[in-house]
C-alpha cells in the first residue's frame, strides 16, 4: 500500500467516525478510489495522478460538509503528511 493509499484510507476513516458509513459510500463516487474491503478499511487509489485523487477525496467531504471536514482531513493524516516531501503533499492538505 502507497503513502497516498494510506492517506486516502486514513481520511475515510476519520470520518467515518464523524458521518458514519456515508463515509464510504462518498469515498466510492471519486474516481480513481478503488475500495477493496470496507471492513478492513482497505483502499487503494487506481488510477490518474494520486494526488489529484486524494484531493478529490477531500473536496468531496468538504462540498458536503464544509470547511470543517477539510481540517479533520488534514488532522487525520498529519503524520502521514510529515514523511512526504513537499511536492508529494496533496495541495489540500497542505
Not at 458521518?19 to 466510492?28: D, M, N, R, Y
Not at 489529484?52 to 473536496?59: F, H, P, T
Request: include cysteine; hydrophobic fraction near 40%; charged fraction near 25%.
Amino acid at each position: 500500500m502507497s503513502k497516498l493509499d494510506q492517506i486516502a484510507t486514513k481520511i475515510i476513516k476519520e470520518q467515518e467516525l464523524i458521518i458514519g458509513p456515508i463515509a464510504w459510500q462518498e469515498a466510492g463516487e471519486v474516481k480513481g478510489i478503488h475500495i477493496i474491503d470496507q471492513k478492513t478499511g482497505a483502499v487503494t487509489i487506481d488510477n490518474g495522478d494520486s494526488k489529484i485523487v486524494v484531493d478529490n477525496l477531500v473536496g468531496k467531504y468538504e462540498h458536503l460538509f464544509g470547511r470543517a471536514s477539510r481540517e479533520v482531513c488534514r488532522e487525520a493524516v498529519a503524520s502521514l503528511v510529515a514523511d512526504l516531501s513537499p511536492s508529494e503533499v496533496p495541495s489540500s492538505l497542505k
